[in-house]
């Protein structure tokens, strides 16, 4: 069920989200960060997306956004922030995200942790709850305790929130572009037709700048 939901989606994305015609507009299809973020991978045009595993916005948008990530061009990088936008539960469910990277399951679960929690109606939102449910799904227990509790993953979830109140970030999902911009829409296309035009504009920006 769940692929045949991601197939469908992938197709909403090849239909949906045109080449953009009109130039965009600050206010309306992007908003400036000032100041301009850092980012992990200067070399790169990086995408921030914001989200949260409890947020139904973000379930639907989940297979959207996979698809178009997966065709992005080599010079652009997707970077995923789990954040709890100041909810317990939603907290709990950002470090699970951290977790299971530290564990080496993300990639096989990611989607999964969505479909649980909007499909099935799990409620994954506190430490055990979460714990039993990765465990049923071969993850390690207690290599999965140990990482849900650790430095690092705490670490994580503390840039995480601060990166949420650095882009001001208040909703998910959220897309910025390059530590420069931060993508407005008011549909799943739009937002992802905005944060195509915003990346062949930073590519523009930076062509201009090495030619100076």
């Given at each position: 069920?769940?692929?045949?939901?991601?197939l469908?989606?992938l197709?909403?994305?090849?239909a949906?989200?045109?080449?953009r015609?009109?130039p965009?507009?600050?206010?309306?299809?992007?908003?400036?960060?000032?100041?301009?973020q850092?980012?992990?991978?200067p070399?790169?045009?990086v995408v921030?997306?914001?989200?949260?595993?409890?947020?139904p916005?973000?379930n639907?948008f989940?297979?959207?956004?996979?698809?178009?990530a997966?065709?992005?061009?080599?010079?652009?990088?997707?970077?995923?922030?789990?954040t709890g936008m100041?909810?317990?539960?939603w907290?709990n469910?950002?470090?699970a995200?951290?977790?299971?990277?530290?564990t080496?399951?993300?990639?096989?679960?990611d989607g999964?942790?969505?479909?649980?929690i909007?499909?099935?109606?799990?409620?994954?939102f506190?430490?055990?709850a979460?714990?039993?449910?990765?465990?049923?799904h071969?993850?390690?227990?207690?290599?999965?305790?140990t990482?849900?509790?650790?430095?690092?993953?705490?670490?994580?979830?503390t840039q995480?929130e601060?990166?949420?109140?650095n882009?001001?970030?208040?909703?998910?999902p959220?897309?910025?572009i390059?530590?420069?911009?931060?993508?407005?829409?008011?549909?799943?296309e739009?937002?992802?037709?905005?944060a195509?035009a915003?990346?062949?504009?930073?590519?523009?920006?930076?062509?201009a700048?090495?030619?100076?």
């Amino acid at each position: 069920m769940f692929i045949r939901h991601a197939l469908f989606a992938l197709t909403l994305v090849l239909a949906c989200v045109p080449l953009r015609a009109a130039p965009l507009v600050e206010g309306t299809d992007y908003r400036s960060l000032e100041p301009r973020q850092h980012t992990d991978a200067p070399a790169k045009i990086v995408v921030v997306e914001f989200f949260s595993y409890g947020c139904p916005h973000c379930n639907e948008f989940y297979p959207l956004i996979s698809a178009w990530a997966a065709k992005l061009p080599k010079d652009v990088v997707l970077e995923k922030v789990a954040t709890g936008m100041g909810r317990t539960a939603w907290t709990n469910l950002a470090k699970a995200y951290y977790a299971l990277g530290a564990t080496g399951d993300l990639s096989r679960l990611d989607g999964q942790v969505f479909h649980a929690i909007h499909e099935e109606r799990k409620p994954l939102f506190d430490e055990k709850a979460i714990s039993t449910w990765v465990a049923a799904h071969g993850v390690d227990p207690v290599k999965f305790t140990t990482a849900f509790d650790s430095f690092g993953v705490n670490t994580k979830l503390t840039q995480a929130e601060q990166m949420v109140d650095n882009y001001k970030i208040d909703g998910v999902p959220g897309l910025a572009i390059d530590g420069k911009y931060v993508v407005m829409g008011n549909t799943f296309e739009q937002l992802l037709s905005n944060a195509d035009a915003l990346i062949a504009k930073v590519r523009d920006e930076r062509g201009a700048a090495a030619h100076k």
